[in-house]
Nanobody
Framework: QVQLVESGGGLVQAGGPLRLSCAASGGTFSNYAMAWFRQAPGKEREFVGAVSWTGGSTIYADSVKGRFTISRDKAKNTVILQMSNLKPEDTAAYYC??????????????????WGQGTQVTVSS
């Protein structure tokens, strides 16, 4: 059974960096698309970025492009979200998600089968 476990959340000042990790286990992740979503209180879950497990292709939401980088470490079965120049509006619970293939609708949460429990990121101004 696939499990995704996020870590690395916390409180950070605006302008600072933070690194989130997602440990994946219980499956073979070749051809998977791995993504990060976030959800702020009272708001819809929002796509942040996705990475192809095999080829390393990436896509990002416009709101984080140039500030966030998503990558994967195949040897450690880990997906990383490196965040920089954080803003108060980045405050949210961040979720790791896995989809069995790289498709054209990866910005939609419905494309993902597996989800982690989330880790909270709070950016103070």
């Amino acid at each position: 059974q696939v499990q995704l476990v996020e870590s690395g959340g916390g409180l950070v000042q605006a302008g600072g960096p933070l690194r989130l990790s997602c440990a994946a286990s219980g499956g073979t992740f070749s051809n998977y698309a791995m993504a990060w979503f976030r959800q702020a209180p009272g708001k819809e879950r929002e796509f942040v970025g996705a990475v192809s497990w095999t080829g390393g292709s990436t896509i990002y939401a416009d709101s984080v492009k140039g500030r966030f980088t998503i990558s994967r470490d195949k040897a450690k079965n880990t997906v990383i979200l490196q965040m920089s120049n954080l803003k108060p509006e980045d405050t949210a619970a961040y979720y790791c998600a896995g989809a069995p293939s790289w498709t054209n609708n990866l910005r939609a949460s419905s494309a993902y089968v597996y989800w982690g429990q989330g880790t909270q990121v709070t950016v103070s101004s």
